[in-house]
């Protein structure tokens, strides 16, 4: 057996259709969507992450601006660049790339997003909103993951998780979502006893820990699913906390990196985009109700897109 490589680019043609479509449906006097990126720094795997990004932008319509500011900025001029950003009525998202070089006031500095323009979902108002089950923006990354597992016919509902992480960008986030779609979910950490044994009863297994080959055939069960959101540089190579290699015998799916979370989250960085104008349109979020969600068309992938096009 031979796993199924979850790859982000399945999730494409969907979504990038339903960017369209809702773009069209924006009021002639709202902003079009446009995500304006800031680089602190000249970080190589920030700058590779950011085409990236700008590659996928261009592909499925949504526009792109770039804000690069020296390594040794102060705080007043990054306070004072995402502030402008803020009352760019042009600028429908803000996306600030973290962690800040040197010692800065990192939480400080992210809390000044406006909500309505918070498509990494890195703000505390944000992360609030999505513990509580309330419309907003949601963090980027581990919202991809997830629709990486709909978009490829992973049922959610029942089944045992082990994530491995709990950042707050990443694993804490992962752990709360999956929990929403009625997983039951186990989050290990560098505190955790056993490790193997709680992968091994695992249907789902989602490892964002940032260690290289962290996950090895011995901690997974034949058959399980393998979600892999790390981004390690080994050896001048991109390689996530999964053993990919030693896996791709024993997982039934595995997102294999580069190619399977970072491909997707760069497109729902531009589907929240487009969210984000809708919510600035309305000048609140609860008009993401009234919207179809990432997971939805997470959901629609490979099928019919009526029921989501007879949306009101």
């Keep these: 057996?031979?796993?199924?490589?979850?790859?982000?680019?399945?999730?494409?043609?969907?979504?990038?259709?339903?960017?369209?479509?809702?773009?069209?449906?924006?009021?002639?006097?709202?902003?079009?969507?446009?995500?304006?990126?800031?680089l602190v720094g000249d970080d190589p795997a920030a700058q590779s992450y950011r085409a990236s990004i700008a590659r996928t932008f261009r592909r499925v319509g949504v526009a792109h601006r770039a804000i690069d500011l020296h390594a040794g900025a102060?705080?007043?001029?990054?306070?004072?660049?995402?502030?402008?950003?803020?009352?760019?009525?042009?600028?429908?998202?803000?996306?600030?790339?973290?962690?800040?070089?040197?010692?800065?006031?990192?939480r400080a500095i992210r809390e000044l997003v406006s909500p309505l323009k918070d498509v990494d979902g890195i703000t505390v108002h944000s992360t609030g909103l999505l513990r509580l089950g309330r419309p907003c923006l949601e963090p980027a990354c581990p919202r991809a993951g997830v629709a990486l597992l709909q978009a490829y016919?992973?049922?959610?509902?029942?089944?045992?998780?082990?994530?491995?992480?709990?950042?707050?960008?990443?694993?804490?986030?992962?752990?709360?979502?999956?929990?929403?779609?009625?997983?039951?979910?186990?989050?290990?950490?560098?505190?955790?006893?056993?490790?193997?044994?709680?992968?091994?009863?695992?249907?789902?297994?989602?490892?964002?820990a940032g260690h290289p080959s962290l996950l090895t055939s011995g901690m997974v069960r034949r058959g399980a699913t393998v979600l892999d959101f790390g981004t390690n540089v080994v050896d001048g190579h991109l390689r996530g906390d999964a053993d990919f290699a030693d896996l791709l015998g024993i997982a039934g799916r595995i997102s294999p990196v580069p190619g399977g979370t970072g491909p997707a989250t760069a497109l729902v960085l531009a589907y929240q985009t487009m969210l984000a104008a809708h919510a600035q349109a309305s000048n609140s979020l609860d008009i993401l109700d009234q919207l179809p969600s990432v997971a939805e068309v997470a959901e629609a992938v490979g099928r019919d897109l009526t029921a989501l096009a007879a949306r009101p």
């Design 1 to 38: 057996m031979t796993a199924i490589e979850m790859r982000g680019k399945r999730l494409e043609p969907t979504i990038a259709t339903e960017i369209l479509r809702q773009s069209d449906r924006l009021p002639s006097t709202a902003s079009r969507p446009l995500l304006a990126t800031v």
């Design 74 to 106: 102060s705080d007043d001029h990054i306070f004072s660049t995402i502030d402008g950003l803020n009352g760019d009525r042009d600028v429908t998202g803000i996306m600030l790339f973290l962690p800040l070089p040197g010692r800065r006031a990192d």
């Design 153 to 208: 016919g992973v049922e959610l509902a029942g089944r045992t998780v082990a994530v491995i992480g709990r950042s707050p960008v990443v694993g804490g986030p992962l752990a709360a979502m999956l929990t929403a779609a009625d997983a039951t979910v186990t989050v290990a950490h560098r505190q955790t006893r056993d490790l193997p044994e709680i992968t091994r009863a695992a249907d789902i297994i989602a490892c964002a």
